[in-house]
Structures are given as C-alpha cells and as structure tokens.
C-alpha cells in the first residue's frame, strides 16, 4: 500500500450525474443554489502492483444500522446496487484522481 486518502471527491461530476439520470434520480445541488454537490468516497487506496505500477481504488463503507429504512441514505443504496456503486467510482476515477 502507498497510500490511503480519505473523503476523497468523485470528479469529474459527469459520470455521476449521468448514473443518476440513468436511474431517474436527480443529481443534488448545494442548498439555496444551482450549484451541483460534490460526492465523495470515504476511501482512495493506492496500492502498488507486483509489475511496479500503482493502481487505484476506492471503498465507501457504511454501517449497516445507519442505513435505516425510509432514510435517504438506504433510498440511495438501494437505488444503486453494489454493482452500479462500483461502476459509478470507477467511471468518476477513470480520468486521472484529483485531490
């Protein structure tokens, strides 16, 4: 491991916004404006490979007893299975990571 970021932001937006309008969920905006929100991924990993190289990834966790029915957040996990998360983090990280 090289190393670990934490709260790191899932630019560009594009990618994200394009999975929420894929599944007609409308991309949030800072309150009061017209000012889109950045996500994050609670972590950014670099780990080096056995050839050398680096490869990124990130993890979001999450506690399950936080994701309580009728709350936006367990709205959202089950709006984007597991499978469409892994994509989205990687279509957001797919331009070199910023941060």
Avoid: N
Wanted: proline share 8%.
């Amino acid at each position: 491991m090289i190393d670990i970021r934490e709260q790191f932001p899932l630019l560009p937006l594009s990618p994200i916004q394009d999975v929420g309008r894929q599944r007609g969920i409308r991309y949030p905006l800072y309150a009061q404006t017209t000012v889109p929100f950045v996500m994050t991924t609670d972590f950014v990993v670099t780990v080096q490979q056995d050839d050398g190289s680096a490869h990124e990834f990130a993890r979001t966790v999450k506690y399950t007893d936080k994701l309580v029915p009728g709350t936006g957040a367990c709205a959202l996990w089950k709006a984007f299975p597991l499978a469409s998360v892994s994509r989205l983090i990687a279509a957001a990280h797919a331009s070199p990571i910023r941060g």
